[in-house]
């Protein structure tokens, strides 16, 4: 079709694609001319036990449709194996899709270290190894792009899940540092916080919800930030699902800037309460240089008759 993003002669490779968010990348990626690594352990949803199946039977399905893939079964922890995979296959790796995921939900009160540890192990140390392995070869081709998969548990938090926040929003900061660690190389990674129909969220949402959140929703967007056409895009936080597509961004409030002497007390910033929560004149910080550019234009304020001074940018400085 005339338009279409195609990624023929690319190698994509998605982990957790034996079901769900996965199942559906690889599939779409495959229908679109890629060769794809379909990788799962094959488990349960909360991490346990391990399955070929799930992997081959996407695997058979995208060949019996025309397309190129293959089989790992190897747990994220072991990134370097399924890269490996889609080296010996294919000979390269264009764009990894950091999508493999459980739950291990209680409240915090009953969260054991196993629940915490195993977490973090697949959602944080799998994206970490996957992409590690990536790494080289994105770096020496010039060409890398790299989606993680975050949660809007992660961005807000949720009850029972203090584990899949923390390991989900782990996913943030990691995706903010490879943009800027890849951009000199044309890597491109970007973050999602995707909401659909699956094994995660059957049970937590009603039919006629689920029913409006099919997984093929989530990758329209998935398809357009990791294709070669995305040149800009990177760093990046999205909302996506049920058709809507959304980009998230930090905002910083207007603030107080207090100067660092005996007058910067507790009671000083209680007084002032009011303008570090007041968002009227926000700034959207994306580095860590922006907190020194604050600090720099703080040491050029002045008091006014009543101590204090409102910046350029609506900031109200305490003096
Ligand atoms: P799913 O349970 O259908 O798919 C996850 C897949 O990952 C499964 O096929 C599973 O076998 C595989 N997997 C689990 N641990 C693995 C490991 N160690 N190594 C390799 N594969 C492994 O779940 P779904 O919903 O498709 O989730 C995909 C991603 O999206 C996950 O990271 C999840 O946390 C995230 N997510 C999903 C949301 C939703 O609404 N479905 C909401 C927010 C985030």
Redo the contacts with the bound molecule.
Sequence with gaps: MAGQLRFDDQVVVV?????????AYATFFASRGASVVV?????S?K?EGNDSK?ADVVVNEIKAAGGKAVANY????NGDKIIDTAIKAFGRVDILIN?????RDVSFKNMKDQDWDLIF???VK?SYKCARAAWPYFRKQKYGRVIN?????GLFGNFGQAN?SAA?LAMVGFTETLAKEGAKYNILANVI?????????ETVMPPDVLAL?K?DWVVPLVATLVHKNNTSETGSIFEV?GGHVAKIRWERSGGLLCKCDDSYTPSAILKKWDSVTDFSNPQYPSGPNDFLTLLEESQQLGANEQGEKIDFNGRVALV
Excluded: C, Q
């Excluded at 190897?74 to 922890?77: G, T």
């Excluded at 916080?193 to 969220?201: K, L, N, V, Y």
């Design positions: 982990t957790g694609a034996g079901g769900g968010l996965g199942k990788n799962d352990l094959g488990g949803f991490g799930a190897d747990s994220v922890e999508n493999a995921g459980i739950l192990k697949v959602h799998g998969t975050a949660s809007a548990a899949y989900k916080a995707p909401i659909a129909a699956s094994r995660m969220t959140m997984p699902g």
